[in-house]
Each structure stands twice: as C-alpha cells, then as structure tokens.
Nanobody, 126 residues
Framework: QVQLVESGGGLVQAGGSLRLSCAAS????????MAWFRQAPGKDREFVAT????????LYADSVKGRFTISRDNPKNTVYLQMNSLKPEDTAVYYC???????????????????WGQGTQVTVSS
C-alpha cells in the first residue's frame, strides 16, 4: 500500500510560480511512478504530468508544456511539480497519483493509477 500526501498549494497571481510536493510512504513506494492530475470546478479531472520508465523521461499535457516541470527525489520518495507562468485557467485541485513502475500504457489517463492523494488547492488570480 502507498500513501500520498500533497502540499504546496495556495493563492498566486497570474504569472507567478508555485511548487507542489507529494510525499509517498509505504513499504513499496519506490516501486511506483508518480503523476499529477488536476480538477477544476465543474470539470473532469485531467492529466498534468508524469515520469515514464525512469525519472529522466517525462510526459506533459499540452496545456502545461513549457511551464510546468515534474521531478522526483528518489531517496525521499517525493515528487515535485514546479509551476511557472501560472494562468487563471490553472486554478484547480491538484492531485498526486501513483502507478506501478511496470505500467507504461495509458499513463495520461486515470486508469493505471491505483493510489491518490487528497489534493491541494491552487488558485491563480488574474
């Protein structure tokens, strides 16, 4: 079992930056790849970013490409989402999710992710 705890959300003005953190705990946490999703009010949850196979390979949603960066501190079992040039449309609850390292298909959808954090609110004012 893996437990995920997000932190780092808050209120920021458009053009600003935030860094989200997700700490994974549990005996098998190192066997999981991590991802970020988000859900805006009235909308479905959507994929934001993840690592693939190794932490050197990444996948981003088109809407955040070039502005957001996902990274991982393996000794700490923590994944980060650095968000720059934030826009009001980035306002959402951001969720950390974990899937088995061996899964590499459909990783931009919710299906492969067995474990989820509670979410952290990010609000970008215009």
């Amino acid at each position: 079992q893996v437990q995920l705890v997000e932190s780092g959300g808050g209120l920021v003005q458009a053009g600003g930056s935030l860094r989200l953190s997700c700490a994974a705990s549990g005996r098998t946490a190192s066997n999981y790849a991590m991802a970020w999703f988000r859900q805006a009010p009235g909308k479905d949850r959507e994929f934001v970013a993840t690592t693939i196979w190794t932490d050197d390979m990444t996948l981003y949603a088109d809407s955040v490409k070039g502005r957001f960066t996902i990274s991982r501190d393996n000794p700490k079992n923590t994944v980060y989402l650095q968000m720059n040039s934030l826009k009001p449309e980035d306002t959402a609850v951001y969720y950390c999710a974990a899937r088995r390292n061996t899964v590499a298909t459909n990783i931009g959808t919710e299906g492969p992710y067995a474990h989820w954090g509670q979410g952290t609110q990010v609000t970008v004012s215009s």
